[in-house]
């Protein structure tokens, strides 16, 4: 069965310092790898979403992934981060011959003034 | 605009009754999710359904029900049945086969007390 990973419950940091997220899924297939964010008391807003081609993928609001298929990782970045960061962020799996996807149990961002 | 409406935002019932939370859309897309979300626990899959009149039991099915008369509406009861109803409810919907990106509603808050 599938799974996803998010190593870090909690992850603070300064602000305009960079940021990692881990993520890690498991999965015998190829699989379609997304990272959301969500702010207080709202859904989820899609950040960027890796199908196929460069492991690289920009988003939106600078942050940015890279897709490690040897490591089953998605490990998002950014490299200077703002107080508006401050969120709950999820990585999810899709499997790419369904349609359900699977998310992971979030990382909540700090940001420190 | 186009987008993903849930009602209500905060619903508080009693313990022992039923309750039905609503979701429409109007991106017309064929799929449509619901998920619970817990503190710490992520996003887990209550139903979905890919067609209208055709849904399927996701993770944590029991003590919920859905129906999908309409393409654009979704909505979830919450029976009596469900041991541990309080918690956030959110609604999503995606375009299958090719439905990478699943955009979701605001979100429900229910409390039972």
């Known amino acids: 069965a599938q799974s996803v990973t998010q190593l870090d419950s909690q992850v603070p940091v300064f602000e305009e310092a960079p940021v990692e997220l881990r993520c890690n899924y498991s999965?015998?297939?190829?699989?379609?790898l997304f990272w959301y964010v969500q702010y207080p008391n709202q859904g989820l807003q899609l950040l960027l979403k890796y199908l196929s081609g460069s492991t690289l993928v920009k988003g939106i609001n600078g942050f940015e992934a890279e897709f490690n298929k040897s490591q089953t990782s998605f490990h998002l970045r950014k490299p200077s981060v703002h107080i508006s960061d401050t969120a709950e962020y999820f990585c999810?799996?899709?499997?790419?011959?369904?349609?359900?996807?699977?998310f992971g149990p979030g990382t909540s961002l700090s940001v420190i003034p | 605009d186009g987008g993903i409406t849930q009602s209500p935002k905060y619903l508080f019932r009693k313990e022992g009754q039923n309750v039905t939370l609503s979701c429409e859309q109007n991106?017309?897309?064929?799929?449509m999710y619901w998920y619970r979300q817990d503190p710490g626990q992520g996003l887990r899959l209550i139903y979905y359904s890919q067609i209208v009149n055709d849904f399927q039991k996701g993770d944590i099915a029991e003590g919920y029900s859905v129906s999908r008369e309409k393409k654009e509406s979704f909505p979830l009861t919450v029976t009596s049945a469900q041991k541990n109803p309080t918690a956030f409810y959110l609604c999503?919907?995606?375009?299958?086969?090719?439905?990478?990106?699943?955009?979701f509603g605001e979100g429900s808050w229910l409390t039972v007390v």
């Open positions: 999965s015998s297939v190829s699989v379609y």
């Open positions: 999503a919907s995606s375009i299958p086969p090719d439905g990478n990106t699943i955009y």
């Open positions: 991106l017309n897309h064929d799929a």
């Open positions: 999810a799996v899709r499997l790419t011959s369904y349609d359900k996807v699977i």
